[in-house]
């Protein structure tokens, strides 16, 4: 769980001082590692708010979002079908 | 005994509703009225940090330099090396403003406004009484949206749509949104943006497209003459330098050949730039200290 907060203080400061594909490294890393990681969604928001703009099509405004919602369910697949961690996230319940 | 993973029913379905509503709500916050609100306070939380990292970043500087020589060393090296930058585009708009003053005289006399910003061996002030200087908060090379943040905002009537300079004369993009205290520029070279150019002495009408980092690429005929080290300017009374001819690729089987554009401005050395308040009535230019 420790490894988790420091990840998630990692990337919240990566957002604003890291080149955006070191960020979006470290939160797929987080995804595998860690048990359902939905800060993916949250920092992407943050990621979005932040520098997108506000006008524009949903690629200039509000990708970061979408990518983070498709690869949060891609990799929940992923950690299903191959069962990834499966007793360290038994152990969690 | 416990389950194995994702095999208790329970637990993936109250995992699997809290994932569609995370997901729902995320996506409420980005396509409601909400979101400026959003960025607002986002924005808000992290100048702090941008200015504790900037502030980090000046001690780091001053120590690692003072370990050389002195502080007064330091800080007159670091002022020195910013003029540098900000005259090497002058010389740019220089060859511009030649070519424009040939044009002119070719035909009528005609006033136009080009002024520089000033600089001293401490502080870089805008030019013009619509321009306003700003402290580059957030770089470019941190966002994948190519965006800007700039410490300037409504509170000095800045408005969507006005245009971003370096202090060397060189056009980087435009304000997009508008906070209080902030305001996001998008640059023209953010990727798949497109601008119309002025190209080299000819003028020739070209539409550049964003490829990030401060770079362009364009598709022309082949027979169009074009050299390395022609500028590419936004079409207006005042010349305004965007780009330079970088490269230019061409192929005997392809009757275009592509053009490579570089700003002459360093994106990721970014630390100043000032807004064109256009046609506003407003206060006197700001100036920034470089050193601090």
Same mark, same amino acid.
């Given at each position: 769980?420790?490894?988790?907060?420091?990840?998630?203080?990692?990337?919240?400061?990566?957002?604003?001082?890291?080149?955006?594909?070191?960020?979006?490294?470290?939160?797929?890393?987080?995804?595998?590692?860690?048990?359902?990681?939905? !800060?993916?969604?949250?920092?992407?928001?943050?990621?979005?708010?932040?520098?997108?703009?506000?006008?524009?099509?949903?690629?200039?405004?509000?990708?970061?979002?979408?990518?983070?919602?498709?690869?949060?369910?891609?990799?929940?697949?992923?950690? &299903?079908?191959?069962?990834?961690? !499966?007793?360290?996230?038994?152990?969690?319940? | 005994?416990?389950?194995?993973? *994702?095999?208790?029913?329970?637990?993936?379905?109250? &995992?699997?509703?809290? #994932?569609?509503? *995370?997901?729902?709500?995320?996506?409420?916050? $980005?396509? #409601?009225?909400?979101?400026?609100?959003? #960025?607002?306070?986002?924005?808000?939380?992290?100048?702090?940090?941008?200015?504790?990292?900037?502030?980090?970043?000046?001690?780091?500087?001053?120590?690692?330099?003072?370990?050389?020589?002195?502080?007064?060393?330091?800080? !007159?090296?670091?002022?020195?090396?910013?003029?540098?930058? =900000?005259?090497? @585009?002058?010389?740019?708009?220089?060859?511009?403003?030649?070519? @424009?003053?040939?044009?002119?005289?070719? *035909?009528?006399?005609?006033?136009?406004?080009?002024?520089?910003?000033?600089?001293?061996?401490?502080?870089?002030? %805008?030019?013009?009484?619509?321009?306003?200087?700003?402290?580059?908060?957030?770089?470019?090379? @941190?966002? &994948?949206?190519?965006?800007? =943040?700039?410490?300037?905002?409504?509170?000095?009537?800045?408005?969507?749509?006005?245009?971003?300079?370096?202090?060397?004369?060189?056009? $980087?993009? !435009?304000?997009?949104?508008?906070?209080?205290?902030?305001?996001?520029?998008?640059?023209?070279?953010?990727?798949?943006?497109?601008?119309?150019?002025?190209?080299?002495?000819?003028?020739?009408?070209?539409?550049?497209?964003?490829?990030?980092?401060?770079?362009?690429? %364009?598709?022309?005929?082949?027979?169009?003459?074009?050299?390395?080290?022609? @500028?590419?300017?936004?079409?207006?009374?005042?010349?305004?330098?965007?780009?330079?001819?970088?490269?230019?690729?061409?192929?005997?089987?392809?009757?275009?050949?592509?053009?490579?554009?570089?700003?002459?401005?360093?994106?990721?050395?970014?630390?100043?730039?000032?807004?064109?308040?256009?046609?506003?009535?407003?206060?006197?230019?700001?100036?920034?200290?470089?050193?601090?």
């Amino acid at each position: 769980m420790l490894a988790r907060y420091f990840l998630d203080i990692g990337v919240l400061l990566g957002i604003f001082f890291a080149p955006w594909w070191l960020v979006a490294g470290a939160v797929l890393a987080g995804g595998f590692i860690f048990s359902t990681y939905y !800060e993916i969604i949250f920092f992407a928001v943050i990621y979005d708010v932040l520098y997108a703009s506000t006008t524009g099509t949903v690629w200039h405004t509000s990708v970061y979002t979408i990518y983070s919602i498709i690869a949060f369910v891609l990799i929940r697949m992923l950690r &299903y079908n191959f069962n990834l961690h !499966e007793k360290k996230i038994t152990r969690q319940w | 005994m416990k389950k194995p993973y *994702l095999q208790n029913r329970e637990t993936v379905r109250w &995992y699997q509703s809290w #994932s569609v509503i *995370l997901m729902l709500l995320a996506l409420a916050a $980005l396509f #409601s009225p909400v979101r400026p609100y959003l #960025s607002q306070t986002v924005l808000a939380v992290a100048q702090p940090f941008w200015a504790t990292g900037k502030f980090l970043g000046a001690v780091y500087n001053s120590f690692s330099i003072g370990i050389k020589g002195t502080k007064t060393l330091a800080d !007159e090296n670091q002022a020195l090396r910013s003029r540098q930058t =900000i005259l090497e @585009e002058q010389l740019h708009m220089v060859t511009l403003l030649a070519n @424009e003053n040939n044009d002119l005289k070719a *035909l009528l006399s005609r006033v136009t406004d080009t002024t520089f910003a000033s600089t001293t061996s401490d502080t870089l002030c %805008a030019p013009g009484d619509h321009a306003i200087g700003a402290i580059v908060l957030s770089a470019p090379r @941190e966002s &994948y949206y190519s965006s800007m =943040i700039i410490d300037v905002g409504s509170r000095d009537m800045v408005l969507p749509g006005d245009m971003v300079y370096s202090f060397g004369g060189t056009v $980087l993009g !435009e304000v997009r949104d508008v906070y209080t205290t902030t305001a996001r520029v998008i640059l023209y070279s953010a990727a798949q943006v497109s601008t119309t150019v002025f190209l080299g002495p000819t003028h020739v009408s070209v539409t550049v497209v964003g490829d990030g980092d401060g770079t362009f690429i %364009a598709k022309l005929p082949r027979d169009v003459a074009v050299k390395i080290g022609d @500028e590419a300017s936004l079409p207006s009374v005042r010349p305004t330098l965007l780009a330079f001819v970088q490269s230019i690729k061409k192929d005997e089987a392809n009757p275009f050949q592509t053009i490579y554009f570089k700003s002459p401005v360093n994106f990721r050395s970014l630390k100043w730039v000032y807004v064109n308040r256009t046609s506003r009535l407003v206060t006197s230019p700001r100036c920034l200290r470089v050193t601090s």
